[in-house]
């Protein structure tokens, strides 16, 4: 695309708090770029923007909405690229099935979700709902590897201004427990595919009769890429569900700490199991009558207590078997939520950075702290935590006013590893034999199944893993310490390290290369010393390590910059997690106090703004860059970034302050007089008008507001909400 196609900025339209900010931040940011003759468009990636592109056929003229994912799928490709993305919903079922109840109020004529389609359109309906779920956004534009670490500013604020940490004690019951028999991990086989096998693939099963069926067809691997397939057995993951309840201690909370959000397909399954491994004696009695009420153990607690609700017998004899079993770790204690109660709420990269940082104590349903079992069945990666919580109860928590930082890395270009296996991973109906077979005959990978078990294959290809290694080496040079995350006993980490090795000798330096158990310990030892590191990691590692570590050095991972060096040469700035951005919501709702915290979008717009610099040689773009840097360390500096309690700072204000602090900036600064000129009156309006703006911008905090939907709201409402004072509008234009 050429210049004058392709927008100079894309800022993404998404969910939750993040989209609400959006409402007060955007205008913000097109005021000031357009001062320097920038274009900001936007593109809707979120749930309800996904789910109406989906399906066309089904809505009016003035209802149909372009598939803006698939276009920017494709503009990430070019080295034009520059967009800024906010974290959109990876959504489960009862998060899509809510967003289309949510549509179909407002009017749209969607049709329902099909649980179990029987006809030829219930299926194509399926199919494209299905497409939505999950992690279905960032495997299409993430056409690069990651490199995530925290702002400088950022990592100042949070020494100087230390976050709590909980008390550790050496005898500390919160432990992991893993399978690390029979399952991911366990059955993994690897290969690297060679000049002969490049081509075309399928993935087959055949029945213990003999009936073979194809799975998948259409498969294509070049030569050079990884192709990974394993499986989860069900049997064993159920026996050791049932152990692990029948050993936790009186006291201790049971839990388990899942990813059903990106593994769209294997963990509703596995977090289904052990919603009906607890609710055993529950199912053995009530199971057909639950059943024939709609209700699947993958949709969890919560739908079961609504949909037995009124019903005495069922909901006593329901709170009797969860009163035989241990107490749950709770996701919401004051509303009773908990850990089984919805499987999207089962977030391992958020739970299990909380239950560290607070010194193994969770929450349980009586309100109180306690220990924690925490059952992580696959064992692909169990060990990171399970080393961390280990090295904790040795040494105590870490001092956040000390400890160096953590960045991080990631292979995930191109759906590479088990963020990209969602299409190929199969859910087995009964026993049999599960093969990827190529073009010529042979079979690549192959498994033999019993009924219920779950089958995966996933890839990483070539081009991604040589780039990945030399923005490891890049970075590794930059910052100090590194090591690359690669047990070499597991069977796709050991295909890669026969890429990493002859690299790393190729470009004369040598990076550790670690089992994530080891470079787990690595790290924090490197972290308590007061250096920084990098860990260079895979896909899932990638996204599980950008929160845990700055969770624990900064107290949220919403706060690091993300860049996504894009392998054609453009840039995706990504602006932080949004696991918390529920809650913002919620309390918006009820108190109109929203306590997101914008700092991520700051940080991504600054590397945006120097990026379009570089890239189309507008150097004015350079110059705003530069500001919306020194306006962050002002936020920083002066305490504006939103507290929790209503009457305090919020989002709307802090952006004021940063609205402010960009225009001071920019008046200030001597590189551009047009620029400077421009934006010393509005600076100046900007600081003679605080006392009315903040006024204005409090006005009506404490009392409920309506936005007009939580999926889909409306757009005059939220902006109503978002962008109450008319005098920092006006000076804004």
Excluded at 194 to 220: M, N, P
């Amino acid at each position: 695309m050429a210049d004058t196609q392709t927008p100079d900025i894309i800022y993404t339209i998404v969910d939750e708090a993040p989209e609400l900010a959006s409402h007060s931040l955007l205008p913000m940011i097109r005021s000031f770029a357009a001062a320097a003759g920038i274009d900001v468009e936007t593109r809707n990636i979120s749930v309800a923007g996904r789910i109406l592109a989906a399906f066309p056929d089904y809505l009016n003229d003035d209802q149909r909405v372009s598939d803006d994912l698939a276009e920017l799928g494709e503009l990430v490709k070019t080295p034009d690229a520059n967009v800024i993305k906010l974290p959109n919903i990876s959504a489960s079922v009862p998060q899509l099935v809510a967003a289309l109840r949510e549509l179909q109020s407002q009017g749209y004529n969607l049709p329902d979700y099909p649980e179990e389609p029987t006809t030829d359109e219930e299926r194509d309906v399926r199919a494209r709902y299905d497409a939505i779920k999950g992690s279905a956004v960032n495997p299409v534009l993430r056409e690069g590897n990651s490199d995530r670490r925290a702002a400088k500013a950022v990592k100042s604020y949070a020494m100087q201004h230390p976050h709590s940490m909980g008390k550790w004690s050496s005898d500390s019951r919160t432990h992991v427990a893993t399978m690390g028999a029979r399952d991911f991990r366990s059955n993994e086989k690897s290969t690297t595919i060679t000049a002969a096998q490049a081509g075309g693939a399928r993935i087959t099963f055949t029945s213990a009769g003999g009936a073979e069926t194809v799975l998948k067809d259409g498969l294509s691997y070049d030569e050079g890429t990884v192709v990974d397939a394993t499986f989860l057995s069900a049997s064993a993951l159920r026996a050791f569900i049932k152990e692990q309840i029948a050993a936790t201690e009186p006291g201790v909370l049971f839990s388990v700490h899942l990813k059903a959000t990106m593994m769209k397909v294997s963990d509703p399954i596995i977090f289904g199991h052990f919603v009906a491994v607890y609710l055993e004696d529950f199912l053995a009695k009530h199971g057909q009558t639950v059943s024939d009420l709609g209700w699947s153990p993958n949709s969890g607690l919560g739908d079961l207590e609504a949909r037995i609700a009124g019903k005495t017998e069922l909901e006593a004899d329901l709170k009797a078997a969860l009163e035989a079993r241990p107490p749950l770790y709770m996701v919401n204690s004051d509303r009773g939520i908990s850990n089984l109660h919805v499987p999207s709420d089962v977030i391992i990269d958020a739970s299990m950075p909380a239950i560290i940082r607070a010194g193994g104590i969770g929450w349980g349903p009586d309100g109180n702290a306690a220990e924690t079992k925490c059952c992580i069945p696959d064992s692909s990666y169990a060990a990171v935590y399970d080393e961390t919580i280990d090295y904790f109860k040795e040494t105590g928590a870490l001092d956040p006013t000390s400890c160096g930082a953590v960045s991080n890395v990631g292979l995930m270009a191109q759906k590479a590893e088990e963020y990209g296996s969602h299409p190929t991973t199969f859910e087995m109906s009964e026993a049999g034999t599960v093969r990827i077979v190529l073009a010529n005959g042979d079979v690549l990978h192959e498994h033999a199944v019993e009924a219920g078990d779950i089958w995966r294959s996933a890839t990483a290809k070539k081009a991604p893993i040589e780039d990945w290694i030399k923005l490891g080496i890049a970075r590794t040079k930059a910052t100090g310490a590194a090591a690359f995350w690669l047990d070499a006993s597991r069977a796709h980490d050991a295909e890669l390290i026969k890429v990493v090795k002859p690299a790393l000798e190729k470009a004369g330096i040598d990076i550790p290369i670690m089992a994530p158990r080891e470079a787990t310990r690595f790290t924090l030892e490197t972290m308590r010393k007061g250096d920084d590191c990098v860990t260079i990691t895979g896909n899932v590692l990638r996204d599980y390590l950008t929160d845990l570590f700055p969770i624990l050095e900064l107290g949220t991972s919403a706060k690091m910059l993300s860049i996504v060096k894009l392998m054609n040469g453009g840039g995706l700035f990504e602006t932080g997690a949004g696991g918390s951005a529920p809650k913002h919501v919620q309390q918006l709702v009820e108190e109109n106090h929203l306590r997101w915290d914008s700092l991520g979008e700051f940080c991504a717009l600054g590397e945006s703004l120097k990026f379009l610099a570089e890239a189309r040689g507008k150097q004015q773009a350079q110059v705003l860059g530069e500001a919306v840097e020194a306006a962050t360390q002002q936020v920083l500096d002066n305490d504006r970034s939103p507290e929790r309690k209503v009457g305090a700072n919020d989002n709307r204000s802090s952006h004021y302050w940063f609205t402010r602090y960009w225009a001071e900036a920019l008046a200030a600064q001597q590189d551009d007089a047009d620029l400077a000129a421009h934006f010393a009156p509005i600076a100046q309006a900007l600081a003679e008008k605080e006392a009315t703006i903040l006024a204005e911008l409090q006005d009506g905090e404490g009392k409920p507001v309506d936005l007009g939907g939580y999926y889909h709201p409306g757009e005059d409402k939220t902006s109503a909400v978002m962008r109450p004072s008319a005098t920092l509008n006006a000076i804004l234009g």
